[in-house]
């Protein structure tokens, strides 16, 4: 398993739900490829990278900091049994008993970096695990890939840093699949392309206020200038028909 | 000689007639007092004989024989002093028995001979009143409080002095009118227009108002969550006179009638998770009400909803129930109302920011689910609204929409509970929130379409029956607000958005 093609998919662990789509839809897409995908079991984007590779009967390696009976973050010992269970394979260089440490971390991101291919960085705060992952891969010859983020956001300096410092921006799988040689590409042009969802009459204009950043409801009730009722009765009715998604904090955004 | 006079002991808000039997007889000199009687009753003798011989009195050596009829009955307090006094009066030939005929007297006598105000004066009147008795003889210091109730001769005394020339003098009194003006607009310094933004929470709680719907906030610290609490009974309904008389009932026997004011506003009650328990549900070895009876018709605040331990939250289960509380003690137990709208308010998460856009939240998983499971299923299940409060924008503030008055939102928040008043007329309950599931198949009528709907929702947002009922209830009470009488699909497709439920809890969980 550690000689197939592989691609770490590297993030922050308090992602947004920005990052968290887009790590989600990567993984997806190259796993659907038959690339193996390398993460760190953190939460986050580590987690949904390597949740995601599995959804598709792909493969996924976790690399720990920490030893196999002290699984870190507590949440995931369920995803880290359910990797197991799916022919992945986790990765530690500590005896078993080992606790964990923030020291190990660096380390253990360097490991990422040799065994895959390339790494994907998703998102990233300035001077963070995934740009010290990012750094070690410069290092060791390997190709960085990094999403762009929003410049006012915190999550994007990291990633927008990296892809300044050289590391390639990637805007679909192709970007990814071409620069490690790989020139088939299985259909999934789909997913990618920005469509522009029909959506009745009566609920367009609610739903051209809400977009891709997060929008809470006294916001969309003062801009259409609607009463909230009728705001609220338009708002169950695109999410029922899958228009938009809402989120924690009952924050709505487009799907 | 034996003379008979009447009082009235407490018992909770409910009011038993208590005879007080005194006999005079020539014998070695003792006062003797029998009836179960509590320590400040015991000592009165001493009040009363000092009393009598600071009015100018003389109380020779005499054998004195005291008994407080039904002897079963607990007694506490000081009010019987009064009564007692009468007695011996007559006992000495100072009060004709003929001018007492069926008067009630209830008051502390102090040393100087004065009469000192007393705790229940208003739910003794009304006791009073209730056997029928004509005329009631209270301390001045209750008179306004006295003053509620109606049909009765209220005679208000000073001293000793006072009494006896009020009681010789036989004079005639008008019966009592209560000049308490009903459904009478309260003075708030507080008002909803005060709030900018925050629409959906105020229409959430518009909602609330109209059909007594429990409530919880959930919102990071300072976004509003007190404030928007804390003008929620501005827009409840104006008060009826017997809702003023049970409100003033509670308090009247707690002592919080200060200088006879009334109370005529609907209680905010706000509790902080250190409340004792006995503070909380009400408590004592003479059951006193705790807060969630002085919070009955009105509004009971809990905030930091997750800090209170399991057992003030269980015992919520059974009074949110049941809008009674009973405080058993070995020789009694003590019946207490406590209808009150609950709104609870708590943070997402124990950091406050979870979810929020401003702020990153710093809690773990584990962290935020061991915070939330505090509150069981069973409490959440009898809070139909759930909200979440979001921060205010700047732009709200800013804004050119009209804040509206908390006087146009009770307008049609009576509406609503006119409407629900009449349809409920057979039912024994007065709102959409008190409705069981047989009432809410019977008057929560869908049309075709909106069932459609709400299938589809079922499934869609993983419902339970316990989040259907609670849906169908606030459709309800939306389609009252409107003046429908089906509710229709735009009712249940706002109803959806009070909840918050699951899908506000999972962080970072793979199944997202």
Redesign the interface.
Known sequence: MLNKTAIAIVGSRNCSEYGWMQAKKFSNALSKNGICIISGLAIGIDSIAHSSAMSHKGKTIAVLGSGFNNIYPKENKRLYEKILENDGCVISEYPPDTKVNTKYFPKRNEIISALALGVLVVEAKYRSGSTITANSAFKQGKKVFAIPSNIDSKLGIGTNKLIQKGAKLVTNIQDILKEININKCSDIEQDWKYENKMVPEKYKLVYSIIGNMPIDINTICNRTELPIQDVSEQLTMLELNEYIRVLPGDMFVKV | MLSIVNTIALEGIEGTIIEVQVDVSAGIPHWDMVGMLGTSIKESKERISVAIKNSGIKLVGKKISVNLAPAEIKKEGSSFDLAIAVGLLINLGIIKKENIISSIFIGEISYNGNINSVNGILPMCLTAQKHGFKRVYIPTGNLEEAKLVNGLEIVNVDSLKDLILKINSNLSIEKNVSKIKENAEEEYDIDFADIY????A??ALEIVAAGNHHCLLIGAPGVGKTMLAKRLITIFPKLSYDEIIEITKINSILGNINEGKIINKRPFIEVNSNITLAAFLGGGRNPMPGAISLANLGVLFMDEFAEFDIKKLENLRTILDSHTIKLDRVQNSVIYPCKFVLIAAMN?CPCGY????DK??TC???KIKRYLSKISGPVLDRIDIQL?I?N??Y??IN?N?KLEKSKDIRKRVEIARQIQKSRFINEGITTNSEMNSKQIKKYCVLDLESKK?LE??YI?MNFNIRTYNNILKIART?ADLDEKEIID??CI??A??YK?DN????????E?
């Open positions: 933004g925050q629409e959906k105020k229409r997402p979870f979810g929020s856009q990153k939240c773990s998983e584990t979440n979001t205010v924008k732009s709200e804004t929409r709907l589809k929702l869609k939306i699909t735009s497709a706002e959806v958005q918050v899908k506000f809890y999972n962080k970072g969980s793979v997202r």
